[in-house]
């Protein structure tokens, strides 16, 4: 079974600053991996999906990387804003149909 | 455009009674997703359906029941709820399988069992 830890679990930050959360997993053969955004009370909305023959995908302020061979994967936000505020959440899927997701990072941005 | 629509947002059930959990998705996808979260322990698959007329256990499937009803509609239904069904669900639906294409979710169902 896949493990996948997000560290940290909570990370608060002002306004403007460049983050990341990571996330980490156990086999080595994961197939691809997204990163996912959930606000309080709603589902989840994926940000970015990183298929196997990729090494990182980009949209907007968000860059997401995967390192197959280290087992991590990192999202980078730039130029945080208050709107970023929510928890995100990585998973990532081996072959098999299974999708494994990380407990989350809950991230604020204080203007 | 609504994507993933799950029906009852809300639920109190008593212990020992059963109920059925709706999802649908507009967006022609061949595969859906049930998983219930909880906290501390992240998302966990109950079911899932590849594709129109088969279901598949995940990695939480005890207690549970699911059909897909069309390639839109895909229920899950609790025969005999216990306080450890107490939990946010949510239904999820993709094009392709999960290993190469993007995931849609609902808005969650919120389960308490008394």
């Known amino acids: 079974k896949q493990e996948v830890t997000q560290i940290p679990a909570a990370l608060s930050v002002p306004e403007g600053e460049n983050l990341v959360l990571n996330c980490s997993f156990t086999?080595?053969?994961?197939?691809?991996l997204q990163w996912f955004r959930q606000d309080p009370g709603k589902g989840l909305t994926s940000l970015l999906l990183?298929?196997?023959?990729?090494r990182e995908q980009t949209s907007g302020r968000l860059n997401a990387s995967l390192d197959k061979s280290s087992g991590r994967s990192t999202l980078y936000i730039a130029a945080s804003q208050p709107g970023d505020s929510a928890t995100y959440l990585c998973?990532?899927?081996?072959?098999?149909?299974?999708?494994?997701f990380g407990t989350g990072t809950s991230l604020t941005v204080i203007p | 455009n609504a994507g993933v629509t799950q029906t009852p947002k809300f639920q109190v059930l008593k212990t020992g009674q059963s109920m059925t959990l709706q999802c649908a998705q507009d967006?022609?996808?061949?595969?859906m997703y049930w998983y219930r979260q909880d906290p501390g322990m992240g998302l966990r698959l109950i079911y899932y359906?590849?594709?129109?007329?088969?279901?598949d256990k995940g990695e939480v499937p005890n207690g549970y029941n699911v059909s897909r009803l069309n390639k839109r509609e895909f229920s899950l239904r609790l025969e005999s709820a216990a306080p450890s069904q107490t939990s946010v669900y949510f239904c999820?639906?993709?094009?392709?399988?999960?290993?190469?294409?993007?995931?849609?979710f609902g808005q969650g169902t919120r389960l308490t069992v008394v």
């Open positions: 990183i298929q196997s023959s990729q």
């Open positions: 999820a639906s993709s094009f392709g399988r999960w290993m190469n294409t993007e995931a849609f």
């Open positions: 086999d080595s053969a994961i197939y691809n």
């Open positions: 998973a990532g899927a081996n072959t098999g149909n299974q999708f494994y």
């Open positions: 359906s590849a594709s129109e007329g088969t279901t």
């Open positions: 967006m022609n996808h061949n595969s």
